[in-house]
């Protein structure tokens, strides 16, 4: 049996405007009213979760005030992701700390990776932190062949506290891989 297609047409039509009605008439929220529609269904979105504070600022260690590195030396900060990376040759010369973060949890590739460090005065006083940023695909070159598992990174001495920084402490706030 063929149908005309005007009576195709007509059957969508009126399936798709019992839907329309079905749709409107079947919200148990309302926000205001739609022209020919009564009330309109409300989208609620939770954006806040009880006892969890938001987000303030870029993440960082609160190790980096108990580490108190000795002159001379580079130490790691304690953070959440210790169990999947090394921290390889840590320096602090020539106004930055530098060194290589290689993932050892999984192989699989880096897709973001933040590095803090915090400089210490002779004391061992923490004055002031700088950071490394990893965002994959962000650095230009595309990897090809297995996962990189090493990220080299240098964490400048902020120009204000160059004359005073002797150590330094390391540590990993932001750690994602596939």
């Given at each position: 049996m063929k149908l005309p297609i005007r009576s195709i047409l007509a059957a969508g039509a009126l399936a798709a405007a019992l839907l329309g009605t079905s749709a409107c008439s079947g919200a148990t929220e309302t926000t205001g009213t739609t022209a020919g529609h009564g009330a309109q269904a409300a989208v609620v979105v939770q954006t806040s979760f009880p006892g969890l504070p938001a987000a303030a600022g870029e993440p960082t260690l609160a190790s980096l005030k108990q580490a108190r590195p000795k002159p001379g030396t580079?130490?790691?900060?304690?953070?959440?992701?210790?169990?999947r990376?090394?921290?390889?040759r840590p320096v602090l010369k020539d106004g930055?700390?530098?060194g290589a973060i290689t993932v050892t949890s999984d192989v699989s590739d880096l897709l973001e990776l933040e590095v803090v460090a915090g400089?210490?005065?002779?004391?061992?006083?923490?004055?002031?932190?700088g950071r490394f940023v990893h965002h994959a695909g962000a650095d230009g070159?595309?990897?090809s062949g297995p996962p990189s598992e090493t990220?080299?990174?240098?964490v400048r001495v902020p120009k204000d506290l160059?004359?005073?920084?002797?150590?330094a402490a390391v540590g990993v706030p932001v750690l994602v891989n596939e």
């Amino acid at each position: 049996m063929k149908l005309p297609i005007r009576s195709i047409l007509a059957a969508g039509a009126l399936a798709a405007a019992l839907l329309g009605t079905s749709a409107c008439s079947g919200a148990t929220e309302t926000t205001g009213t739609t022209a020919g529609h009564g009330a309109q269904a409300a989208v609620v979105v939770q954006t806040s979760f009880p006892g969890l504070p938001a987000a303030a600022g870029e993440p960082t260690l609160a190790s980096l005030k108990q580490a108190r590195p000795k002159p001379g030396t580079v130490v790691q900060a304690a953070g959440p992701f210790d169990g999947r990376f090394t921290l390889d040759r840590p320096v602090l010369k020539d106004g930055a700390v530098t060194g290589a973060i290689t993932v050892t949890s999984d192989v699989s590739d880096l897709l973001e990776l933040e590095v803090v460090a915090g400089f210490y005065d002779k004391d061992g006083t923490l004055l002031g932190t700088g950071r490394f940023v990893h965002h994959a695909g962000a650095d230009g070159h595309a990897h090809s062949g297995p996962p990189s598992e090493t990220e080299e990174f240098s964490v400048r001495v902020p120009k204000d506290l160059a004359d005073k920084t002797v150590s330094a402490a390391v540590g990993v706030p932001v750690l994602v891989n596939e």
